[in-house]
């Protein structure tokens, strides 16, 4: 089952006999699901399990879906303001879907998100590894890193962070309302009242009303609404090749396009700002490309005569140029964009840093 149909399942939209039963099993797992995770929480919460410190702030960017919320450019964000303020900050994740990857052991190549962070910000080291206290520890003692990103921390916590930053995309904020396997939510949503500070990312690509909904559940969850409101706006466009274009390129250009992202639907509208008319197949979120697959998506660029074929730079990052053959193969380049709330996340950061 693709996401697609995950999702028309997921939100009840499928209304059929086979997915109102599939809803009721998912739901029983659900049940089971959320007990773990509140038990966790409880252990954590009551130091039966042990929370490991570093020596440096750690910050952590986390959400409380899964999926796509933005934090591989929210992460290049935050680690280029703190180059530019003049600290050596180092990033830490699991390293999920990485290429390389057995228990215990750093991983060289890295995942997709590392490849596009190593981009963003080139002077960031940093690593990936289950074990988070232990890298986060070598980052400290072997980088000289003075303050720490935890990508994908909000329910890694094993390791203290001195600032929790969720995000929260407009565009799903809360999962179907459903836990996993009945929804997306990794936990209840009171669970984000651990939180130091919420991020509302994509907030240019809904209604205010829509925001405000959120913005009204968060003040009912957490007593307050006070949050940062964030876009990915496109840059530019960068070739396979290095070339470089401006997004408004595509306007004039039939094209394909593809991506294997948490929120592809994100993709489609980011698409859809820079004139994009293109045709887009969605793979499952950090898919490795076979020959078969890039084969297949040249073939059918051909066959629409499309004359430039789109991508996500998490996608990019994956593909040899001498593995594709198709029309000019571009990535979309977003930036982050602050829409609101800019003062108060710089604000926390000072605290955590001890900037007056």
């Known amino acids: 089952m693709d996401e697609a149909a995950i999702h028309e399942l997921l939100s009840g939209r499928r209304r059929d006999v086979g997915g109102t039963l599939l809803r009721g099993a998912l739901s029983v797992g659900s049940w089971g699901y959320a007990s773990v995770m509140h038990l966790r929480n409880l252990a954590f919460n009551r130091r039966w399990l042990s929370v490991h410190q570093v020596d440096a702030p750690v910050i952590s960017l986390g959400n409380i ?3 796509g919320t933005g934090k591989t450019p929210t ?25 390389e990857q057995e228990p215990g052991a750093e991983i060289p190549a ?21 074990d988070r ?9 072997e ?21 929790d930053v969720v995000l929260i995309d407009a565009l799903q904020p809360w999962g179907f309302d459903h ?9 209840i949503k009171s669970g984000l009242r651990r939180a130091d500070l919420i991020v509302i990312t994509r907030a240019d690509q809904c209604t205010a009303a829509e925001r405000q909904a959120i913005k009204s559940e968060l003040h009912r969850i957490r007593g307050t609404s006070d949050c940062v409101e964030i876009a990915f706006a496109p840059m530019r466009l960068v070739g396979l090749d290095g070339s470089v274009q401006p997004a408004s390129w595509v306007a004039t250009q039939p094209g394909l396009a593809f991506c ?10 980011t698409l859809a700002t820079i004139g994009a ?13 076979q020959a078969t697959d890039l084969d297949a998506l040249a073939e059918r660029a051909r066959a629409v005569s499309a004359e430039v074929v789109l991508t996500t730079l998490k996608d990019l990052v994956k593909i040899h140029h001498d593995s594709w053959t198709g029309p000019p193969l571009y990535a979309v380049e977003i930036g982050t964009q602050f829409l609101s709330g800019e003062e108060l996340m710089k604000d926390q950061l000072k605290v955590v840093l001890g900037l007056p």
């Open 110 to 130: 890295g995942n997709d998100e590392k490849m596009v962070l190593d981009r963003l910000c080139p002077s960031v080291p940093h690593l990936q590894q289950r």
């Open 277 to 289: 008319t293109a045709e887009l197949k969605v793979f499952p979120d950090h898919h490795h490309y």
């Open 143 to 163: 980088f000289g890193c003075n303050v720490l990103i935890l990508d994908d921390g909000f329910q890694h916590r094993r390791l203290h962070r001195d600032l």
């Open 133 to 141: 206290v232990a890298s986060g520890r070598r980052l400290v003692q």
């Open 179 to 187: 836990v996993l396997p009945r929804g997306l939510l990794r936990e």
């Open 65 to 67: 879906t899964t999926g």
């Open 260 to 269: 294997g992202i948490g929120n592809p639907d994100g993709f489609r509208r």
């Open 75 to 99: 992460a290049a964000w935050l680690a280029n303001w703190l180059v530019a303020e003049g600290y050596r900050p180092g990033l830490l994740s699991r390293g999920y879907r990485s290429l």
